[in-house]
């Protein structure tokens, strides 16, 4: 190879890494390249919800604890959740959900 193209080829091969790793993250959220995200606020949702807004946002790891209610509207609904709502953590951290069940 003639050493006057070599900028050219090194330049090319850069721009053909690039396009690569772009297509390999499309269609992932945006804080995925970094391992990080915000954590949606999901209390007050039901939990099936709950569970897709999370994994939109990369978490995979979901602990559902179901807590007793004498009420029957709040079956399935989220009690509480940790790490809380707008907290900024790994998406491999586990994302625990309290989640009325109810048991008249």
């Known amino acids: 190879m003639n050493p006057g193209t070599r900028p050219l080829a090194r330049l090319l091969l850069a721009a053909a890494l690039a396009l ?8 992932q959220p945006a804080s995925a390249a970094s391992g990080r995200a ?3 606020d999901v209390k007050g949702k039901q939990v099936k919800v709950a569970l897709r807004m999370l994994k939109q946002e990369g978490f995979d ?6 807590v007793d209610t ?5 079956n399935g609904v989220v009690q509480s959740q940790i790490p809380p ?3 900024e ?3 491999n951290a586990t994302v625990k959900l309290s989640v009325y ?4």
């Open 38 to 40: 915000t954590v949606p």
């Open 61 to 66: 790891n979901v602990n559902v604890i179901g």
């Open 89 to 91: 953590v790994h998406t």
């Open 101 to 104: 069940e109810y048991s008249p």
């Open 85 to 87: 709502a707008g907290a």
């Open 20 to 27: 690569a790793l772009a297509l390999a993250w499309a269609g």
């Open 70 to 74: 004498d009420k029957r509207g709040l």
